[in-house]
């Protein structure tokens, strides 16, 4: 009996091959080519209409590219930062921070400052009450009977006017804003300049002045939510921050006045740890955050330009450096996202992304041992965040 010998489908085997031979290197250079496209891409400032408010008040948003393609793109409401664009260690670029794609997202309630200009008084003041000078203020009550961020109406939530600035080092946006005497029962009429500046460097620089004409109070602060992995939860970044105390707070995440040091405590990040490596321990602080929402007192002179925190995603090797004038940082981990918020094409969860904060301590003018909020007609309030990306 002869034996049938069996055909075999060269044919297909070899077009297997062939389509797999040919759409790896497609698929490269695809990557690689969008790449080049986004380093092509003109360096500079742009311009454009980003949405109109219910009044018809139209928000600009500003695009700052450097020559290496990463992008900033900042609107005129709230001051916020919408999209940051960094590489990872491949030189893969982006999206770093959470928000939205339209205007109308950030303008309803349920989003949870992202991205924005905070003040004029950036985290919580207790009871929504201060003391200057002899003189009792009442502020607008917005949290639990406390002031978080300025206010109902904070400087997340006005419209401020933007033009191109004139930054030697990088494209730049210079945003203005003069918030009136009484506004969110805060004195004085306080002229506030905010300019973001993007560095060949990929380094984002915020730069805050402000001027007075009668005593008043200001913290200023910017209020990313940053991912370096663009997706998922950040419990898998390593986090070090330069402190060794931290401002334990009550119930109300209110300062309780105390200088405790963090030696020992789930609050000791000198040396890298991930931020889900003992955020559920059964802390008393870390329950009322819950989570970690809390004030760290860095280790440098108030008022000097120095290293607060550094942020290494392992996955993409994104790094994010935090540099500050101002004397402590707020670590916050984003706990009270909860999945119902979306943009950009995901919904955010808990711990979808973390803020790291620059600025003096909470409820400082209730506490005349901490540094001093008071800025007075003459004086000149100024903040320098810089926020640097070496991918590694």
Not at 359 to 371: L, R
């Amino acid at each position: 009996m002869k034996t049938k010998t069996p055909t075999i489908k060269y044919t297909h085997i070899m077009k297997h091959h062939m389509k797999r031979f040919f759409t790896l290197p497609l698929v490269a250079a695809a990557v690689l080519l969008a790449g080049v496209a986004a380093r092509g891409a003109s360096a500079g400032v742009t311009k454009e209409a980003f949405g109109k408010l219910a009044d018809g008040t139209t928000i600009d948003i500003y695009t700052l590219r450097n020559s290496k393609g990463a992008e900033a793109r900042i609107m005129t409401y709230g001051g916020i930062l919408v999209s940051l664009k960094v590489p990872d260690r491949d030189g893969r670029l982006g999206d770093v921070v959470l928000g939205h794609d339209d205007l109308a997202s950030y303008v309803r309630n349920n989003s949870p400052y992202f991205g924005a200009l905070i003040g004029r008084y950036g985290n919580r003041i207790g009871k929504a009450k201060f003391t200057l000078d002899g003189v009792a203020y009442t502020l607008a009550p917005n949290n639990n009977g406390n002031t978080l961020h300025g206010g109902r109406k904070g400087f997340d939530k006005v419209v401020w006017t933007g033009k191109e600035g004139k930054d030697p080092s990088g494209p730049s946006v210079e945003l203005t804003y003069l918030s009136k005497d009484g506004e969110e029962g805060y004195p004085g009429n306080l002229n506030v300049k905010a300019v973001y500046t993007l560095s060949e460097d990929n380094a984002l620089q915020l730069q805050f002045t402000a001027t007075t004409d009668k005593p008043t109070i200001v913290n200023l602060t910017q209020h990313s939510y940053f991912n370096l992995a663009g997706k998922g939860d950040i419990l898998g970044h390593d986090v070090y921050i330069n402190s060794d105390k931290m401002t334990p707070v009550d119930a109300g995440l209110i300062p309780t006045g105390e200088l405790k040091s963090v030696e020992g405590t789930p609050f000791d990040f000198r040396k890298a740890t991930a931020i889900g490596a003992r955020i559920d321990q059964p802390d008393d602080q870390l329950k009322l955050g819950p989570g970690y929402d809390h004030n760290w007192i860095i280790n440098k002179p108030a008022g000097q330009l120095g290293l607060m925190a550094r942020v290494t995603d392992p996955v993409t090797g994104r790094v994010l450096e935090v540099w500050s004038t101002e004397p402590a940082l707020q670590f916050y981990s984003g706990n009270f996202l909860d999945g119902t918020i979306h943009g950009k094409g995901q919904a955010y969860e808990r711990h979808g992304g973390f803020a790291m904060e620059p600025q003096h301590y909470p409820d400082s003018p209730n506490h005349p041992d901490f540094p001093s909020t008071t800025l007075r007609p003459g004086e000149t309030y100024s903040n320098t965040i810089i926020y640097k990306f070496p991918a590694k």
